[in-house]
């Protein structure tokens, strides 16, 4: 019976194996499902409608073919448009039977710069972008809203060999449970075998025949022979049964190893996706700070990603620009405030070669991002960011604009944060805040467009000007030290004996930039204004003249060693305030500055 539930137990192993090693093997599915994109009429640009790759479920792969450099890029389906507003391009959208159709778009944009052969790498207006040669594979995950743009170099028709996969669930959960109960009906057969042979074995016991016919009695012979001397008995045939079971006991030890053998090579080959999940812990969400999401709501300009690949990218280009002193340069990524002050440097660095350079942008950490949620242009994000390793370098806190889709960003307004600054409340960089108008701008303390000349007032007027309250004590002390500078210039002229052959006068006013104010979570905002300081120096007598001495600056922008009717000297001031709400109790805090020399001009 042993012998029989052995014979049973290696036949369901080997059907439970089979089963197993079947399912994935000949019986396993495809890992997945295909659709190749047909291109009609190819074009410079292809965009690839996101529904496309959302027809099915799950990571969407991304295979383009074709001859040089390919280029792929994600964004907004909006955006993408407006980009390509202006060219023609071939627009790939979901056919009713899962396939896609092909249709070429005309120019849409009138008023738009048209740019044959543009090159959409290095856009800021990319969420993402992938270039390869010949051959580009990427997996993304789009969202709705978002589609796919495809080129090479804005010239070539695009390629049209393209295949977009998503993978099907080819798991086979059983695999390990079926080759585990295989091995284990395989070891009970085993015992079984074994406990039927020894039981065998023990079955063979010694056994007696009966006395067979007796022989017929003859007469016995009384001369006996002495018998011959014995010697030891040597029987190899008796000895040949012992070895054969020996040999028969060692074949049956060697049948089982191939047997764990081939255990062990199935158990080293189940992963994780061939056992049933159960119990998946889900994740526990961490608490966060609830945000309520306005009605309407557009999207925010840029993602966190993004914006920090386009800060990565400007501070690579200013770098290049501080270090050939190429102004074109920097101005693809500067503009306003930052601009003036940094021709004025590449001007003083050409003659005085052991001037410091300009401070730079850090990019390390991106510790707060506030984008406009905004669909149209300009667009206008905040970014506050700061070097992970370098703590001699202060964190620095930035406005920059993009002026429409086939612009980069540039930066309007740059400072360095306060130590004591705290940054108010803001919006979380996914969901975006709004940019605040002048015509928006009754719910705040102050209006933006009147913040700078307030300020002015209290750097010239102290205490007496009216807004002198309603400005916090970093504030003050910036508008102090400031009127204190002014007072070392009119010392300066009393200690050279020149304080009775000319005179000094200040004067601080806004700039001709516009404020920029995103607001903040409560009602108020952060707004960045630029400021000019002038100095003028002139003299009050004919025969005086005014000498730089050892102005080395005023000598390099002026060229000229002394002016005889006076000089003037400009100074930028880019300043980032925190704006409370109207009604608040709380002060308008300053939370960075930033100063520059801009000129110096003889009066004529």
């Known amino acids: 019976m042993r012998f029989v539930w052995a014979v049973v137990a290696f036949v369901l192993a080997t059907l439970l194996i089979g089963a197993g090693i079947a399912q994935r093997t000949i019986f396993k599915g495809p890992s997945a499902q295909q659709v190749a994109v047909t291109v009609e009429d190819p074009a410079p640009y292809l965009l690839v409608d996101g529904a496309v790759l959302r027809e099915h479920t799950g990571q969407q792969t991304l295979l383009i073919r074709g001859e040089g450099d390919i280029f792929a890029a994600y964004g907004r389906t909006a955006d993408l448009e407006a980009w390509l507003s202006d060219a023609t391009y071939s627009s790939i959208t979901p056919s009713a039977d899962g396939g896609t159709v092909s249709k070429l778009v005309k120019p849409t944009a009138d008023d738009a710069p048209a740019d044959a052969g543009r090159n959409p790498s290095g856009s800021d207006l990319w969420l993402d972008s992938f270039s390869e040669t010949d051959q580009l594979i990427t997996d993304m995950q789009l969202p709705e809203g978002m589609s796919v743009l495809i080129a090479k170099d804005g010239t070539a028709d695009a390629p049209d060999d393209i295949v977009v996969s998503w993978p099907l669930d080819d798991t086979t959960p059983w695999v390990g449970p079926l080759i585990t109960a295989g091995i284990a009906v395989l070891l009970f057969g085993i015992v079984m075998y074994v406990l039927a042979i020894r039981h065998q074995r023990r079955g ?13 009695t003859e007469a016995i012979d009384m001369q006996l022979e002495h018998a011959p001397d014995r010697g030891a008995i040597e029987s190899p045939e008796n000895d040949a049964p012992k070895a054969e079971r020996r040999a028969l006991s060692t074949r049956r030890r060697l049948l ?8 062990a090579l ?18 526990t969400p961490s608490p966060t700070q609830t945000v309520i999401t306005p009605e309407n ?22 770098e290049e620009a501080d270090t050939t002193l190429d102004i074109d340069l920097a101005g693809t990524r500067l503009e306003g405030a930052p601009l003036d002050a940094r021709r004025t440097d590449y001007t003083l660095r050409t003659t005085l070669t052991d001037r410091a350079l300009p401070a730079t942008i850090p990019t390390d950490v991106v510790e707060v991002l506030l984008p406009q ?9 905040l970014a506050l960011t700061k070097s992970k390793n370098d703590d001699t370098v202060p964190p620095v806190i930035l406005t920059m604009t993009q002026e429409d889709p086939w612009a980069e960003y540039k930066v309007t307004n740059v400072a360095e944060m306060q130590a004591s600054s705290q940054v108010p409340e803001l919006a979380p960089a996914w969901l975006g805040t709004s940019l605040i108008t002048e015509n928006a701008a009754a ?11 307030a300020f002015a007032d209290v750097v010239d007027s102290a205490e007496k000007s009216p807004y002198y309250g309603l400005f916090d004590p970093v504030s003050i002390t910036l508008a102090t030290s400031i009127t204190a500078s002014r007072d070392a210039v009119v010392q300066a002229l009393v200690d050279n004996g020149a304080a009775t052959t000319s005179s000094a006068a200040f004067d601080i006013a806004p700039s001709a ?6 607001a903040t979570l409560d009602s108020g905002a952060i707004v960045a204004v630029s400021m000019i300081d002038s100095e003028t120096i002139a003299p009050t007598s004919s025969d005086a003249v005014i000498k730089f001495g050892d102005n080395a600056e005023a000598k390099t922008l002026t060229g000229v060693e002394e002016a005889a009717k006076g000089v003037v000297t400009t100074y930028g001031l880019q300043l980032f305030f925190s704006v409370p709400a109207q009604g608040s109790t709380a002060q308008i805090r300053l939370l960075a500055v930033h100063q520059d020399i801009l000129n110096v001009e003889v009066i004529k």
């Open 297 to 318: 709501q557009k999207p925010p300009a840029v993602t966190e990603a993004q914006a920090s690949r386009i800060l990565q990218n400007i501070a690579a280009t200013l």
């Open 443 to 453: 719910f705040l303390e102050l209006a933006p467009n009147e913040l700078a000349a």
């Open 256 to 263: 089982v190893l191939p047997a764990f053998g081939v255990a």
């Open 513 to 518: 930039a516009p404020p920029v104010a995103l």
């Open 373 to 381: 949620a905004t669909d149209s242009w300009p667009r206008t994000v």
């Open 204 to 216: 063979r016991g010694p056994r007696r025949k009966g006395p067979g016919p007796l022989p017929v």
């Open 266 to 283: 199935l158990f080293a080959g189940c992963s994780s996706d061939s056992w049933p999940q159960l119990g998946e812990a889900s994740p």
